[in-house]
């Protein structure tokens, strides 16, 4: 499970790519000196075999001329070394004058190895044929003359063979150095990108798992340089303010909460109404006074329980300015007004109102009480006052 999820990270797809890149630079790098260093070798070889083709060329005059097939074997037989695994000379018919022993190079454990598949009768011309198919042979020649008249050339094949060798070194040699430097390079490579890069990157990951999964007090405690560190301070702050907003809402919760259950058992009414004049919500003995359930009066105007209906405009633009500051002629104070229930009886009441911020807006809380037996009282009082004088 940890070595499938390494695999799926950051980090290791980040090393997969500079590996990648780092062996591809490291491939072309080598073609690019092998190729180079093959050219220059081949076009060296070819110069130096130009030359002794020449001199081969000169010294073969005058053997040429009489006819001494000895001489020239020797000629022959004295530059076959190294590279260089065959010279002929031919008349200007392109006739064969020297040897199948003097003209091959038999110290060349190469063409040794393809005589050694060949009849000792093999013609000259069909072993280098044999020779030209087992190796890369580049061939040079050299007019040999008198004067301006040809008088037969010098042919002479040069093998590859050593030079593919000594590339192959170069190739090997260099594969080696810049695996070597690159393994290097790799490792400070990754390491400072660990450092500047994927580890922040990490941990903010996890950081995030971790708010996501609810822990609100994660931060990332790494520093970082630029724009990373930028991201960690966001990621922080974010983190923090998601707490305090958390912990603002539980305790908002809590006080509604709270506040539910000391209207719900109160012996008054008690409406709450946002900075609209809307109800949001009243209590057990609001739905007994004015005869409206908590689900039929919430988001209704205030104004739908106040009587008379001459009022109702006054009230309106109390609000809006409830709305704006917190404040109105009705905050602070206790009134008493007469209000209308559902079916549309009036009574009187007494409201004591107050005001609370709420997520940033104005609500009024109205204590109300049913005030029709003082009111009645009173009349009554009044009425048995005046009976009094009358007597």
Known sequence: MFKEKY??????????????????????LS???????????????????????????KLSIDPLLANNTIQLDTIVNDSNKEDFIYTIIQDTKGNLLTSQYASINHGSPKIMAVLSKLSKDTELQDIISAIKK?????ELSAPIMIDIKPIGKVIMGITLHRINQQ???TIMFVITLNLAVAFV??????SASKRIVLTPIAELARATSALADGDLSTQVRIKATGEIQTLVDSFNKMAADLKKTMVSKEALEDSEEKFRAITTTATDAVILMNHEGKIEYWNPVAEKIFGYSRDEIKGKEFHLII???????????GFRKFARTGEGPAIGNTLEFMAVRKDGTEFPIKVS???????????????????????????????????????
């Open 134 to 138: 087992a190796e890369t042979v580049i």
């Open 353 to 391: 109102v107050s005001a609370i911020q709420r997520k940033g807006q104005w609500y009024a809380v109205g204590i109300v009480r049913d005030i029709t037996e003082r009111k009645q009282t009173e009349e009554a009082l009044k009425d048995s006052e005046k009976n009094t004088e009358t007597l």
């Open 31 to 57: 073609i690019v000196i092998s190729a180079n260093e093959r050219t220059v070798l081949i076009n060296s070889l070819k110069l130096q075999g130009q030359k002794r083709a020449a001199f081969i060329a």
């Open 167 to 169: 590339v192959l070194k």
């Open 307 to 317: 009587a008379p209906e001459r009022y109702h405009n006054a009230y309106r633009e």
């Open 7 to 28: 695999r799926q990270s950051l980090q290791f797809r980040f090393l997969l790519f500079i590996l990648a890149i780092l062996l591809l630079s490291t491939t072309i």
């Open 185 to 190: 390079l790799g490792i400070v490579l990754f």
